[in-house]
């Protein structure tokens, strides 16, 4: 759910041209820095407040649909609006230019990146970005942490998720399956124990449900997997490009509870058992997504653009990478046209599935662990240069050399955490602050 206030509101929905739809998305993709909470905010202020093109009631109504579904919320609630506005043509143009004007920010920083990644400035710059993700981290499991886990059934969903992934390495779409079954169990047995509130579902419409919905995610479905295809008849099952999309694919169907919820998951795919890139490379990127419109899961993009930028053949770097970050960005975002497309004529309904209610908000619980696992992974990634094998639990993990810790890596990520936590900064501010004072200390560290 959302964090902003809405106020009350009466008007009668007006439905626009498509040239204003159009215009109006153009600009909203533009703009629509500072994470979901502000990216919905922002539609909300336009679409709701100011255009009048949906009213209050079914706003919240596609908001709460939408917290149900894998992928970036605010996205797919872009997409939601414009379906609803003008059917399959608007909610892909809502959908796309959406995210449009930030996969090409995130495309060209790549470009720069792995060209000039090892210039002494740049690398001083990302040292200043990497504190301030760091800190932002910290404030998302803050945040998430406050909101979800308002039962003591989900405090131990979170713990017991953070152990798995921490301690036992488990991978994470199996830890989304577990906590999906406990909280479907428990809210079918005890839904109080959840928060839930269980509300009659209302009655379906005429005609059926069913079949348009299984039509349309077969067809979406054959959207998603056509690039696949065509890699794999063209290039063959081990080419990376075809590993690319096959990764994000799988990962596009967990991505419950935002980036962050799956970026340990990701890193630890990409770097340890795919080595697209290293970690301190990963955290890089989610610093380039943090500074550019668009949802924060358009870091899929710079890991795609890297990870065939470094495996070209048959293609030039500069070709592959274009490649990789295209079959990412396909397979990141057609399954949320697929989940749109398929489920909105059914909004009402799901609101009030219990099971699948409980079942999401276990997820919920779950990501508030998840996100802790990537704090530890990110804050011991960014404050230690080394690493070493050691046995915990009876497992091989990778433990820091504490003579490798940075004081400057710590003191740049306090004062992230300061301006953002306790002054209320915003992302670009930290963020700008943050890459200053790292090259300042580099320049009087130099001289």
């Known amino acids: 759910m959302s964090e902003f206030q809405i106020d009350d509101h009466e008007a009668s ?16 993709g ?74 090409l920010v995130v495309l060209a920083l790549s470009l720069l990146y792995a060209y000039a ?19 932002l981290v910290v404030e998302a ?15 131990w969903i979170a713990i017991l998720a953070f152990l798995a992934l921490a301690l036992f390495q488990a991978p994470f779409p199996l ?26 579902p209302p009655a379906a419409p005429a005609g059926g449900l069913v079949v348009p919905a299984v039509r349309t995610a077969v067809t979406w479905a054959a959207v998603w997997a056509a690039p696949m295809a065509l890699i794999a008849a063209t290039l063959g099952p081990d ?40 970690a301190r490379e990963m955290i890089d990127g989610l610093g380039l997504a943090e500074t550019t ?20 053949a048959p293609f030039t770097p500069l070709v592959a990478g274009i490649l990789g970050a295209a079959v990412t960005l396909w397979v990141t975002f057609a399954p949320c046209f697929l989940w749109i497309f398929t489920f909105a004529p059914a909004v009402e309904r799901l609101q009030h599935a219990q099971r699948l209610q409980g079942a999401l908000a276990a997820i919920t619980a779950a990501v508030v662990g998840v996100i802790a696992n990537l704090t530890l992974w990110f804050g011991l990634h960014v404050l230690f240069a080394r690493f070493e094998p050691a046995t915990l639990a009876g497992r091989m993990v990778e433990v820091p050399r504490l003579a490798s810790f940075s ?21 670009m501010r930290v963020l700008g602050v943050s890459v200053a004072l790292s090259l300042a200390a580099r320049v009087i560290l130099a001289g």
């Open 293 to 312: 419109p668009g949802p924060l899961i358009l870091v899929t993009e710079f890991v795609g653009f890297l990870g065939a930028f470094r495996a070209p």
């Open 13 to 28: 929905p007006v439905r626009p041209t498509s040239r204003e739809l159009f215009a109006t998305f153009g600009r909203i």
């Open 117 to 135: 990644a090892d210039l002494v400035l740049v690398q001083a710059a990302f040292l200043g970005v990497k504190a301030a993700v760091l800190a």
């Open 175 to 200: 830890v989304v399956v577990l906590a999906a079954a406990v909280g479907a169990l428990v809210a079918w047995r005890r839904p109080e124990a959840l928060s839930l509130r269980v509300e009659p």
């Open 30 to 103: 533009l703009v629509n820095f500072g994470g979901p909470a502000g990216q919905i905010a922002l539609m909300h202020r336009v679409l709701v407040d100011e255009k009048r093109w949906i009213d209050e009631d079914a706003y919240l109504r596609a908001l709460n649909f939408c917290t149900l579904l894998p992928g970036p919320e605010a996205q797919q609630l872009a997409t939601y609006v414009g379906w609803r506005l003008r059917g399959l043509p608007g909610g892909l143009t809502a959908g796309l230019l959406f995210i449009a004007p930030g996969a």
């Open 141 to 155: 499991l803050l945040r998430v942490g406050r909101r979800a886990l308002n039962a003591p059934v989900k405090v």
């Open 239 to 278: 080419h990376v490009l075809f590993e690319i999309g096959a990764f994000f694919s799988k990962l596009a169907m967990v991505t419950f509870g935002g980036a962050y919820a799956v970026l340990a998951y990701m890193a630890q795919e990409a770097v340890n058992v795919h080595g697209w890139l290293d």
């Open 407 to 427: 004081p400057l890596s710590a003191a740049l990520a306090l004062v992230a955490g300061l301006l953002l936590l306790r002054l209320h900064w915003s992302v």
